[in-house]
């Protein structure tokens, strides 16, 4: 499925439209920040101030393209390759990198932004946004869910455990996949020999779509039409979203250990934002005007970002015991005194 | 996320460039400096040249090598039917290992970090630990688990897990962990050949650690502890990672003047009460290292047994040093969680050295 080829042209398709002008601009706003933020984060990373970065250069109109079709109340379930997906839901951008600073598991609180905590053992927290939906319709709520998660998490069990159980309990969730290729070093075909990753939503009784993802148009009308299917009833859907990792793993990957270059530049002609801007200037929904604000958005943002990460946070270690219980139980607190004087004497 | 941990003090590279070529080339020419993830790897080459049976699978462990690359060369070298990248699914990896040693293959299988093997527990605790009692005898699981486990690389969370306590909880899995490269080597040699099931954790942090070695090299058999140090004063009781800040907390004391005998477990499970007992005897005092949380922790284990079969030797209470009773804190914060030599000493200071003095002098 695509609405926008690599060309910036248009496609037409019979049952998806594209969304309007208003929201093709926003998209492509939220992905220059996106691209402009992991570039950013990958520099930090090569820096040594965040401990590792896993990038999501190439991927941008996939996360961008499926969060702006989230309502006001919806919830989002990133991975840990979702920091853009986590920016364009408006999760304080520092805060994103909290976890990969090495100074909080989580920077945030997830009911504040309506996002779970990103989450790195694989495909465990697909289930967490099914209990959620249905405690949320329980209470009377019209919430859906997004999960963001990877080909190579199609994989494990808790990824099927999670599409049945949405789909038996008929919750409103959209499990966008994001296929880039790769899982690490592993190629998406030893991952699975299935004709895409959406046909696992058949043997579940489930809505399979396969998009591509980088067509942000193209995600953002698949997802939409998936969430208010599911929102009415229809049931959940796996959205697999066809895209590319254009850089490394994380910083600490070797790619050239596994695959082409000739493969990058491949993906790299087919890159997001640069069909969604030819097709915007073409049909002069922006002009040069409007695509400098973006950028300079972009920038803010990205300054922001490195000089609120230039100032070394000070971290208390008396908060390694204060959140392990609802209260510290007597022998933590014994440690915390302990770890207290051993600090005192240095 | 496969995190591969920032670059340690003598960076990631090292333990990816040394390769079994390497290694044997450092052998043919007499002992030469090995690091433990180039003996892993050695190890794994040689297993794999000597039986046919033997073959290696997991997450990213065929052309890159492992995250650790402690597999590196093994796809080029004997090809994919050896060595080769697996789908993504823990549970499904230990799985289909059981399904092969049932049928006469001996798969080692690279559960990518510690908290990444959970997924893998149902197989683990149900089949893996079991098969051999349920069928009495009849089926016997020579699968190898290997797991690089522990922190101090400053891993993002799910990186850094010490998990030996939930494996050495369950009746019939062998768990050990080796503290040195001529260890790291013969162990998992050893482990390849036995026809228990064997959880093979692997101190991450110390895949960069260095010995003079010979490999091939036998050291003593796995399931037997070794006195590392010897020592009289006390017994300092350590594994896997915390092996070498044992040695390096007894070097300490020495200079200040207490002699410490350090004792490397090696086999956590099926225990080798012997070794240690004996040493207990000798010293009268024993601290028991893990980087793990010390509540329900292996330590408890350790001590309850000095407590039983040493009673009458013992100067002090066993006790124990590991990480706080809090979950493995992000990078910024582990330096407190772990146990260092600091901790050791100032246990080993609260061993009633004082009422010793006055009995003895008085
Ligand atoms: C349960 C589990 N096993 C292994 C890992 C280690 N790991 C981290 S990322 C990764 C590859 C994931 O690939 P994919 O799902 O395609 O996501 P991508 O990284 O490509 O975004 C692996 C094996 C993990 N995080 N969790
Ligand atoms: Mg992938």
Redesign the interface.
Known sequence: MRLVDRHGRRREHPSFTAPDHAVLAELHRAMVIGRRFNQQASTLARQ?RL??Y?SSMGQEAAQVGGVLALSEQDWLFP???DSVAMVTHGVDPVKTLT???????SGYNPHHYRCAPQC???ATNASHAVGLTYAARRKGRDVAALVLMGD??T????AHEAYNFAAVWNTPVVFLVQNNHW????PVH???IAPTLAHKAVGYGMRGYNVDGNDAAAVHSVVSHALAEARAGGGPAIVEALTYRIDP??N???PQ??RDSAEVEYWAERDPLARLETLLRNEQIVDDGLLGIYERDAERVATAVRDRMAVE?K?D?D???TD?YAAIPP??EQ?RRE?AE??RQV | MAHTPPTPPTGTETAATASGAAASAAAAQGAAEVTMGAALNRALHDAVAEDPDVLVYGEDVGPLGGVFRVTDGLTSTFGEERCFDSPLAESGIVGTAIGMAMYGLRPVVEMQFDAFAYPAFEQVVSHLAKMRNRTRGAVPLPVVIRVPYGGGIGGVEHHSDSSEAYYTHTPGLRVVTPGTPADAYSMLREAIACDDPVVFLEPKRRYWSRQSVDLPVRTEPMERSVVRRPGSDVTLIAYGPMVETALEAAEQAAAEGRDVEVVDLRQLAPFDDATVAASVRRTGRAVVVHEASVFGGYGAEVAARLTEQCFHYLEAPVLRVGGLDVPYPPPKLEEHHLPGVDRILAAMDRLQWESEWVEGHG
């Open positions: 040594g401990a590792v896993p991975s840990y390759r976890l990969f600073r090495g100074d909080w598991h790195t053992p694989l190579g998490a994989s494990e069990g808790d899982a690490i070093s592993v030893r991952q699975s793993h994380t600490s990957d070797a250990r596994y946070d971290l270690p908060s390694l015991f392990v022998a933590l440690q770890l051993e600090l």
